[in-house]
């Protein structure tokens, strides 16, 4: 897992659903840090940084591409 980086943050479990089927669906290896704690408790987002999208990093710059064509209907944290 240390080969993996953090390509963005997002608030909501909500905000991720769409980018999880364009991930599966281009076979990109990921997971989402912090997303089954935020999920129970919303609220605890913030204190636990948020939802961190990880990918491998010889996929970062596909992801950063498939983000940038979803940043008009997602609010991408950073």
Do not use: C, W
């Amino acid at each position: 897992m240390k080969e993996f980086i953090t390509v963005a943050i997002f608030n909501l479990p909500t905000e991720i659903a769409v980018l999880k089927s364009i991930l599966e669906n281009e076979g990109i290896q990921y997971f989402f840090e912090n997303e089954t704690i935020v999920s129970i408790d919303p609220f605890a987002s913030i204190a636990y940084g948020g939802i961190k999208l990880k990918v491998h990093q010889n996929d970062v710059e596909v992801v950063r591409g498939i983000l940038n064509n979803l940043d008009s209907h997602l609010r991408i944290v950073e």
